[in-house]
């Protein structure tokens, strides 16, 4: 096994920006999904946690036709550099948005970052605060002890650049935190998203690229299946993928 640095916090590792460009479907799914959940109408204000370089604002852009007013929060410089420049940057960590005002935001979205916050209940807290009232949260992430969650815990630590040490959700954890916030109308739901590829080999390419792993394609190929179920839909490969989603409302008084 190749040495490897370890990440010293709970920070998302740089993936290599052609893996989305090169796959721009493969996670359509778990996208669609969330998109789908939130109460998104022409014209709104929209933060994206952790926004990485941008695949789900942009699926809220294109959705919206460009009529929205997206704020991604993205404190790693590799990554919020990937970001449109139709969207405003924000650098604030996780935990604590001090560029976005209180009750100035209709719909918070986080598409599997919430396992990087070092205080989950804080960054809850945040979505919290910046919505206005009636505003909507819409939130998913890995579910402790998934097939998922030892993916990435195991193999992505094991084999990244950068590691990977995320603190996964357990059932009900995400519906107790918005609950505890004030959130109300709180749904939770475990949902399969799988990852669709063309070609069984596109799958070990993807993987390296998007979690900067250091080992073959070869290597890749032959431990993706030890994790996570790779089965044959027609011309369609999918890998089992799962996520917990979480949606909340702010009291509208």
């Not at 809220?60 to 940057?89: F, H, M, W």
Request: glycine share 6%; net charge negative.
């Amino acid at each position: 096994m190749c040495e490897v640095k370890k990440l010293q916090k709970n920070q998302p590792a740089v993936s290599a920006s052609w893996a989305m460009q090169n796959y721009p479907s493969a996670r359509d799914a778990e996208r669609s999904l969330l998109i789908d959940k939130a109460p998104l109408t022409h014209g709104c204000r929209v933060v994206d946690i952790q926004a990485a370089g941008g695949y789900l604002a942009d699926g809220v852009y294109q959705k919206l036709e460009g009529d929205v007013d997206l704020i991604c929060i993205e404190p790693t410089k590799a990554l919020n550099e990937r970001l449109s420049s139709n969207y405003q940057v924000v650098e604030d960590n996780i935990e604590h948005w001090k560029s976005i005002e209180s009750k100035s935001v209709d719909v918070v979205l986080g598409l599997a970052g919430l396992h990087h916050s070092n205080n989950q209940q804080a960054t809850i807290d945040e979505a919290y605060r910046v919505l206005k009232q009636g505003g909507c949260c819409v939130i998913c992430d890995v579910m402790q002890g998934s097939s998922v969650a030892l993916w990435l815990n195991d193999y992505v630590h094991n084999n990244s650049s950068d590691g990977h040490v995320g603190s996964f959700l357990q059932p009900q954890q995400l519906s107790i935190m918005m609950k505890n916030t004030g959130f109300n109308d709180v749904q939770e739901s475990l949902e399969a998203v799988p990852w669709k590829f063309q070609e069984q080999s596109d799958v070990a390419r993807f993987f390296k690229g998007l979690f900067s792993l250091q080992t073959t394609q070869q290597e890749i190929q032959e431990a993706v299946p030890r994790y996570l179920k790779i089965t044959s839909k027609g011309d369609i490969t999918e890998v089992s993928w799962e996520l917990i989603y979480g949606v909340g409302y702010k009291p509208l008084t």
